[in-house]
């Protein structure tokens, strides 16, 4: 399984951005697509998970009401749209797959793949 994440870039404050990620391989029909954050000096957290199959979801409370995440399964691609960005989203962001599928975890270790991430900076 492969994973690749593009769409990050610098932003202003308030703005939007929207960032991809495409999985291709022995991916399954099932699996669960994550989004991971890690800022300088900070410890990977996570951001959002869609399940392919069901469409069901799970945010962060800190990007809840601000980052949506959705699916395009004939393209195996996940979408974290992220609007009324702020400094503190200045991180590199990494999607993960996780094959099993059976919960729309928030736990890293859950997750069996991942791809090779993504900065995205806001400035003031």
């Known amino acids: 399984v492969q994973l690749q994440a593009s769409g990050g870039g610098l932003v202003q404050a308030g703005g939007p951005l929207r960032l991809s990620c495409t999985a291709s391989?022995?991916?399954?029909?099932?699996?669960?697509m994550g989004w991971f954050r890690q800022a300088s000096g900070q410890e990977r957290e996570f951001v959002s998970a869609i399940a392919r199959r069901s469409g069901a979801t799970n945010y962060a409370d800190s990007v809840k009401g601000r980052f949506t995440i959705s699916r395009d399964n004939g393209k195996n691609t996940v979408y974290l749209q992220m609007n009324s960005l702020k400094l503190e989203d200045t991180a590199i962001y990494f999607c993960a797959l996780d094959t099993s599928g059976y919960y729309v975890s928030r736990t890293r270790y859950t997750y069996e793949y991942w791809g090779q991430g993504t900065q995205v900076t806001v400035s003031s």
């Open positions: 391989g022995r991916t399954g029909t099932s699996y669960t």
